[in-house]
């Protein structure tokens, strides 16, 4: 095992509706190293979206540590968590969350202009990234000029052009056909052997197949963590 990035520590997450609680996450300890490629899946309603949302530092646990770098977040106020997420997180989502008014170029651009990343190394780093994804030469199109691939691999360069810890991927192929989708996939394994950590979270177990390790979730537990053939063994 290499180093760890993600550390989740006895993690719960409890909803109250009306008089009853709810817990969306229930006492889950998990720890993802830094190169790994997992998917975690679990059907709607299991609480696959609850950890994601506390691994992309979008919620805090009502219970639990949650470390990432080594950085407690568990404890942190909705600015600092804002910054961990610009700083550390690249998100992939379905719908791509593509601005329509700003070219490719600018949409890629965001998350830096959030980090204070000046002007110059902004535009440098943004046409890399889309240069990574086979779309540099469309930088100044509009996203509606785009088919659906073409858009989510806009996203990823997004995701990318931070130079992240960690690249979340929230059902990246959801609103892709087939075809399409295997793109989407072939490319996300090919960051992993370039050395980025990725965890996708899907309810679709041949989606989870594509990853090196597979973590299920049913009722806020995990009831299998391991590697993707053992996984693919019991399906």
Partial sequence: MGEPL???????????????????????????????????VGKSGSGKSTLMNIIGA??????GEYFLG??????????????????MIG?????????????????VELPLLYAGVAA???????????????????????PSQLSGGQQQRVSI???????PS???????????????SREVLDFLKKLNQEGNTIVIITHDSSIALEAK??????????NFDGDVNEYAAIL
Avoid at 125 to 142: C, I, M, P, Q, Y
Avoid at 157 to 163: H, I, V, Y
């Fill in 6 to 40: 993600i550390e989740l520590k006895h993690i719960s997450k409890i909803y109250s509706m009306g008089a009853e609680e709810v817990r969306a996450s229930d006492d889950v300890s998990l720890t993802i190293c830094r190169g790994e490629f997992v998917a975690i």
């Fill in 58 to 63: 979008l919620d805090v646990p009502t219970d």
């Fill in 70 to 87: 080594g950085e407690d977040v568990s404890q942190m106020r909705d600015d600092q968590l804002a910054h961990i997420r610009n700083r």
């Fill in 91 to 107: 998100f992939i989502f379905q719908q791509y969350n593509l601005l329509p008014k700003l070219t490719l170029l600018e949409n």
């Fill in 120 to 142: 110059a190394e902004r535009r440098e780093r943004a046409l890399d990234s889309l240069r990574r994804v086979g779309l540099e030469e469309k930088w100044k199109n509009l």
């Fill in 157 to 163: 360069a997004r995701a990318l052009a931070g130079n």
């Fill in 166 to 180: 960690l690249i979340l991927a929230d059902e990246p192929t959801g609103a892709l056909d087939s075809k399409t």
């Fill in 213 to 222: 390790r597979v973590v299920q979730i049913h009722d806020g537990k995990i």
